[in-house]
C-alpha cells in the first residue's frame, strides 16, 4: 500500500513537468527501483492505471528498470553487485553494502505530446 503514495507523487511531479513544457498526453514514463527500495512494480503500475484517469499521465506506459544494491570488500576493496551473497567474487572475503545503493526510486525520464 505504500506504493499509492509514491505514485500520487509520480503523477503530481510529471503533470507539472508536462505542463511547463507544453505536453497535453505523457505516452511514456522511465522509472527506477532499487532492489531494496521494496517497491513492487505490479502495485505502481495498478496504483497509477487507477490514480492517473483524467490527467495528463492517463494511459501513459510506465517501464521500470532495477538496479541492484552494490557491496564492497573490506579485504581488496572490489565493489560489486549483491547477488544473493555477501562474498566477494574476487578474494573471498567479506562485503558490506555500499551506502545510498540498492534503495533508489525516481523518475528516470518522460515523454509526450
Request: with cysteine; aromatic share 8%.
Amino acid at each position: 500500500m505504500h506504493e499509492l503514495p509514491v505514485v500520487i507523487d509520480i503523477i503530481k511531479v510529471i503533470s507539472e513537468e508536462a505542463k511547463k513544457n507544453g505536453i497535453k498526453k505523457v505516452n511514456r514514463i522511465d522509472l527506477v527501483i532499487g532492489e531494496l527500495s521494496s517497491i513492487i512494480d505490479e502495485s505502481v503500475q495498478m496504483y497509477f492505471d487507477v490514480m492517473s484517469e483524467n490527467s495528463v499521465c492517463a494511459g501513459a506506459k510506465l517501464y521500470f528498470e532495477h538496479v541492484p544494491a552494490m557491496l564492497k570488500c573490506v579485504k581488496c576493496g572490489k565493489e560489486f553487485e549483491h547477488r544473493k551473497s555477501f562474498v566477494c567474487p574476487e578474494c573471498g572475503g567479506e562485503s558490506v553494502l555500499i551506502k545510498g545503493t540498492g534503495r533508489e526510486f525516481y523518475i528516470k525520464s518522460f515523454d509526450g505530446e
